[in-house]
């Protein structure tokens, strides 16, 4: 400790002390003062519960510090001028914070670098992935667009341990301003227990069990069987190394040979995560552009009705209805059921996936740009290593196969309640007396799912230059 100004170390998706880098090198440096930045700009594209989510959490990190004999100072505005201003203000030496990879973040860290007193220095860490984005590459030297590909590397690779909690006596003794000052955290109206410890008791929940049966379970959404950590890798809750080291005990603790390869299935999606921040990292445009290049733009339809039946879930095709709804209702949807969703909102209403990924960025609560991004141009077939365009799900036959006795969907749509799961499996295939019969209140199939398909394969050929 030979510095004599404090280092400010800034949270933004880091809300822990353990198994944060960044902190761990402020640490180095001298005493620490911890500082989040509640950003209108950030805020703009969340919607309520996801601004719940991060305020309650935030809060839990300002306890967490309190505890540590120091404190979370918790500003508003645009880090651009708050930070210059708090370095002044503290007199401190440095800033610290870990690394984004959005185009958004990238901007605003550039810009905050350059607004910074002459003698505040500026110091990135490496935090968010478990390999960071860079390091590792193709033979040619250029990130992997192909996620089998940077798997076999990925899976290889010794995983880094997680860093320590800094002791509390690197932290600068001192209050700040309670965050109820700022924003009243509505604990109550969430869809999850927000901050650390429900996310640690989220993780050890799964791996007690759950993930020994996740191979089987992942692709079922009536079992539930996922770890629901994604809001919490998110906001950074958990640290990867801390999640990736524990998931590593678990595998050494598994009983069996399928347990054993459920664990390794588990892990395959961390490394999805990893993937596809790498991507972000290498292409920040395609927050907004297309991956893949076309010879001509592909021919979105504008249709506003259709897209508002779609968020509503009220489109006729009942799985897809499930799953928007389970969105509405949980700010959460299961991984299938985003896959399915996205395919029809591109493939079937033949809409941009553009609309339908600002739409889950705001009502998501796990909304994270690079998976988000990634899930919806996989779904539209623009993106790297992306579902075929010529390949379209088939609503009826997905949620036959993924949610045969239809419980996922009847637990989201109480007008099929007292319907049979083959006449749910093929309601748009009905005639309309007998849906009318069966669930006079659940809307008829708003587009013809075989006609819908010929068109976009014919849509996709005109835009490569068939
Ligand atoms: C259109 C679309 C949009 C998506 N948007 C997001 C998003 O905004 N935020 C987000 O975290 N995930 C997103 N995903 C990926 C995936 O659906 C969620 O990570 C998963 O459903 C979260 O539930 P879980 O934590 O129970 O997952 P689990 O199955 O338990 O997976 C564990 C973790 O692995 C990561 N992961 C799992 N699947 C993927 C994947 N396909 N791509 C990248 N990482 C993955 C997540 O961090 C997840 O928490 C999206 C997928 C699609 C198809």
């Not at 989510?53 to 508003?76: K, P």
């Not at 076999?152 to 880094?160: T, V």
């Not at 990736?244 to 603790?253: C, L, N, Y």
């Amino acid at each position: 400790m030979t510095d004599s100004g404090p280092t400010l170390f800034w949270h933004r998706r880091d809300l822990r002390t353990v198994d944060n880098r960044g902190l761990d090198a402020a640490s180095e440096h001298g005493q620490v003062i911890p500082v989040a930045v509640v950003d209108p700009a950030v805020k703009a594209y969340a919607g309520s519960a996801r601004s719940g989510f991060y305020y309650a959490s935030l809060a839990s990190l300002q306890q967490t510090y309190r505890a540590l004999g120091t404190d979370l100072e918790i500003r508003q505005g645009d880090p651009r001028t708050v930070l210059p201003e708090l370095a002044a203000e503290t007199d401190a030496e440095r800033l610290v914070w870990n690394r984004d990879y959005s185009k958004l973040a990238k901007t605003r860290d550039e810009a905050v670098r350059g607004r910074l007193p002459e003698a505040v220095s500026a110091l990135e860490i490496s935090d968010m992935t478990l390999h960071e984005p860079g390091s590792i590459l193709t033979s040619a030297g250029d990130h992997y667009s192909v996620f089998s590909y940077y798997y076999k590397k990925w899976i290889d690779r010794a995983a880094p341990a997680p860093a320590p909690q800094p002791s509390p006596d690197v932290f600068v003794n001192r209050q700040a301003p309670d965050i109820g000052e700022i924003q009243a955290s509505p604990a109550d109206n969430l869809p999850l227990p927000a901050g650390r410890q429900a996310a640690r008791d989220r993780m050890t929940a799964f791996l007690d069990g759950p993930i020994y049966d996740y191979a089987d379970t992942r692709d079922r959404p009536a079992a539930a069987g996922t770890s629901r950590l994604s809001q919490d890798l998110a906001f950074g809750l958990l640290g990867i190394r801390e999640l990736r080291s524990a998931v590593d005990e678990a595998d050494t603790a598994a009983p069996t040979e399928t347990a054993m390869d459920s664990v390794e299935e588990y892990r395959r999606q961390l490394a999805w995560r990893d993937f596809y921040i790498q991507v972000l990292d290498a292409h920040p445009e395609t927050v907004s552009e297309n991956f893949k290049d076309f010879e001509h733009p592909i021919e979105w339809r504008a249709d506003p009705e259709a897209f508002r039946a779609w968020t509503q879930g009220k489109t006729g095709y009942p799985i897809v209805d499930a799953g928007m709804r389970q969105l509405q209702a949980e700010s959460f949807m299961h991984n299938r059921l985003r896959m399915i969703v996205a395919s029809f909102l591109t493939k079937d209403l033949q809409l941009d996936w553009r609309e339908g990924y600002a739409w889950f960025r705001e009502q998501l609560l796990d909304h994270e740009t690079a998976n988000d991004v990634g899930g919806w141009q996989w779904a539209a077939s623009t993106g790297t290593d992306a579902q075929p365009y010529f390949r379209i799900f088939n609503p009826m036959t997905q949620g036959k196969r993924h949610d045969p006795d239809a419980e996922y969907i009847k637990t989201y749509i109480p007008e099929l309640q007292g319907v049979a799961p083959e006449a749910i499996h093929s309601w748009p295939d009905l005639d309309q007396d007998r849906r009318e019969e069966l669930a006079p209140d659940y809307p008829d199939p708003i587009v013809d799912h075989a006609e819908r398909r010929e068109e976009t394969i014919e849509m996709f050929e005109r835009a490569r230059g068939g």
